[in-house]
């Protein structure tokens, strides 16, 4: 019997034999595993929860090292990049003038745009901000923090000065905060830390700013920086003088004593009326103040209160500052 293969078959037969030769395959490598970068052990978290005020964005850290940790939440333009160095100056120098802020060395600097215009700190002495010494910053703008200058930077190192009055020599609050309100301190310490920095043009921009600011307290026109900060500035020591007014505050001032973190610091336990402010900065200035603080605020406390009777009662209640001036 005749068996008949169609053509096509016989085709494919000689087809899968030429295949079934043994051809040379070319070595190819592996792919590279994928790397994911693993922070140290002492890393600041990649991601941070706010859990402040009406705060609740997922901030993503950009940058950090042994100044400042940045981070930015979702609407932040990702090539802003001066906040790594300007407050890292920023922020080692108040260290250098004011002392250590906790054990943590780092500022951890936060930013926002288009939502929660405006700034407020945190302290390593507050849990509110997981003990972290904080600078919040936001703004309205989409476009916000992308030059680095002018208000940028006014209001990213405004806030550090609040850490400087709330949590500086280890004790907690601000003793004169009811006095300078938010905050004619600011006014001084911006003015200090642009010329230590060098930011020649910045601090006559602040200057000039300064200058020409009046406010309604103690008394309507009261121009706080020319007539009050600058003289003590410019003729008592300049950071001397400044920083001298925290260390008197924490030497003497009542306070009691405060837990952080299983650590002990010290917590003031009331605000300072007229008289003590004035004889505090006397002591810091190691000059009696009295005239000066009579030209730039007059004789009465913001509620009108003659504030003469308050500095004798401080000059005794305060004997060791007394001595350094009298």
């Not at 600097?109 to 507050?126: A, E």
């Not at 992308?146 to 006014?154: E, R, S, Y």
């Not at 020319?226 to 306070?255: C, D, M, R, V």
């Not at 006397?282 to 605020?297: D, H, V």
């Amino acid at each position: 019997m005749k068996y008949i293969f169609p053509l096509s078959a016989v085709a494919l037969v000689v087809l899968l034999a030429c295949n079934d030769k043994k051809e040379p395959i070319e070595t190819v490598k592996p792919a590279p595993p994928l790397v994911v970068a693993v922070d140290p052990p002492d890393a600041p978290p990649k991601t941070w929860k706010e859990h402040w005020f009406e705060h609740v964005q997922l901030l993503n850290r950009v940058y950090y090292d042994t100044s400042v940790v940045v981070y930015y939440d979702g609407d932040v333009k990702p090539t802003i990049a001066w906040p790594k160095t300007y407050m890292a100056e920023a922020w080692n120098y108040t260290k250098k003038t004011y002392g250590k802020f906790g054990d943590d060395s780092r500022l951890f600097v936060i930013y926002h745009s288009g939502k929660y215009s405006g700034g407020h700190p945190g302290t390593y002495l507050d849990g509110a901000h997981d003990f972290r010494n904080v600078t919040d910053c936001g703004a309205s703008s989409l476009d916000a923090w992308v030059t680095g200058v002018d208000n940028d930077i006014d209001l990213s190192t405004h806030e550090i000065g609040h850490i400087v009055e709330g949590a500086s020599k280890g004790v907690k609050e601000s003793p004169a905060f009811d006095i300078w309100h938010d905050s004619k301190w600011m006014e001084i310490y911006q003015y200090d830390v642009y010329l230590g920095l060098n930011r020649t043009a910045d601090a006559q921009r602040w200057y000039n700013k300064m200058m020409a600011t009046t406010d309604s307290y103690p008394k309507a026109g009261t121009q706080w920086f020319k007539n009050w900060f600058l003289p003590i500035y410019e003729n008592y020591g300049k950071t001397k003088a400044l920083n001298g007014f925290f260390t008197l505050l924490s030497q003497h001032f009542p306070k009691q004593q405060l837990t952080v973190q299983g650590k002990s610091y010290q917590q003031y336990t009331r605000k300072m009326n007229f008289g003590e402010f004035v004889h505090f900065w006397s002591g810091a200035a190691k000059a009696n103040l009295e005239p000066l603080a009579l030209a730039a605020f007059g004789p009465k406390d913001e509620k009108g209160v003659d504030w003469a009777p308050m500095l004798a009662k401080a000059k005794t209640d305060f004997p060791n500052i007394t001595s350094i001036y009298k």
